[in-house]
């Protein structure tokens, strides 16, 4: 049975249950790029005029540059000057007016792209903060959009940051972990009710069939390429050298308790999602309480994103 919010998306535009949109929803560093690709080689149809691999990313990000260059100008249109702000993204983003040409813009990018698609995979960090638009948008070229959300541990995820995201200067650690909250916080909350699955990228790493077929069974996927076809091509992609920062699941996060906190619900939704949601809404409601705090000029000394926030200005 679908969702109220699926319905109503369905209502605007051509959805067909039997063309799939796979939106890989995750912080940059999260093991967004492993993942896209070996979606992609499992035969999920790709974007074009894709990104260039660069030294921060040898093995490519297979990500759009266009798609990417329209959420940034979309993020720049509502005063959010960078993907990894420390605000949420403003609810005016998402206004039907407001969201108009950006969304006439994406059915555009989809159309050219995706045409003879059945089944495609796309991916940006950005997506996190900008999912609302994609909702909106392909059911009018007639997609249905299915979300997998990458799982790796916050620090991990912050070291890699902090050597790569702002390329000419490191980005702290409570920067990386304050972007990390922000990503998976809205991602969760933009998804939840619609088709998604939370996937290990250790897991990835050390068993990529079984997450295939993880993503196969929990989204209703018939992969058009077996995976047993490219297991040789996928293997040597997913080495060892794609992981520059290692830590175990059980470093704890007893500086970021926030963090601590989103990431025990994550985890938990590998094995039964339905029983995080509690814990994804009081996180959420967390971090809005602490940025009205934060915009009022309040400031409580037990608020671990207000102090964040502190640390951002350096």
């Known amino acids: 049975m679908k969702s109220e919010t699926m319905q109503e998306d369905t209502a605007e535009g051509l959805y067909s249950g039997s063309r799939v949109a796979l939106l890989v929803v995750g912080t940059a560093r999260s093991g967004t790029s492993a993942l896209t690709?070996?979606?992609s080689l499992l035969g999920a149809d790709l974007p074009r005029n894709l990104a260039p691999a660069d030294k921060y990313n040898p093995?490519?990000?297979?990500?759009?540059?266009d798609l990417v260059s329209l959420h940034d100008q979309l993020l720049a249109a509502h005063d959010m000057s960078s993907w990894n702000s420390r605000l949420p993204t403003p609810a005016a983003t998402f206004a039907a007016e407001a969201l108009a040409p950006s969304c006439g813009e994406l059915v555009n990018l989809l159309r050219?792209?995706?045409?003879n698609s059945t089944l495609f995979v796309a991916k940006d960090p950005r997506m996190c903060r900008l999912l609302p638009l994609w909702h909106?948008?392909?059911p009018k070229v007639g997609f249905e959009a299915?979300?997998?959300?990458p799982v790796r541990h916050p620090m991990e995820v912050a070291a890699s940051l902090s050597t790569s995201a702002w390329r000419t200067r490191t980005m702290p650690e409570a920067t990386g972990m304050a972007t990390w909250v922000r990503h998976v916080v809205e991602a969760e909350r933009a998804s939840r009710g619609r088709p998604r699955v939370f996937v290990s990228y250790n897991a990835l790493l050390e068993d990529w069939r079984q997450v295939a077929n993880r993503i196969a069974t929990a989204l209703q996927i018939d992969w058009p390429v077996a995976p047993e076809a490219v297991q040789a091509e996928v293997d040597s992609f997913l080495t060892g050298e794609l992981r520059h920062h290692r830590v175990s699941d059980h470093l704890a996060l007893d500086r970021y308790p926030l963090a601590n906190a989103l990431y025990k619900a994550v985890l938990a939704s590998l094995d039964d999602e339905q029983a995080a949601i509690s814990q994804f809404e009081a996180i959420r409601q967390e971090l809005l309480v602490s940025d009205d705090n934060?915009?009022?000029?309040?400031r409580s000394k037990h608020s671990w994103t207000n102090r964040l926030f502190d640390l951002w200005r350096r």
Do not use: I, N, P
């Open 37 to 39: 690709r070996t979606l």
């Open 112 to 115: 050219r792209d995706f045409a």
């Open 294 to 298: 934060h915009r009022g000029g309040a």
């Open 146 to 149: 299915k979300h997998v959300l």
């Open 136 to 138: 909106r948008a392909l």
């Open 59 to 65: 093995a490519g990000y297979w990500e759009s540059a």
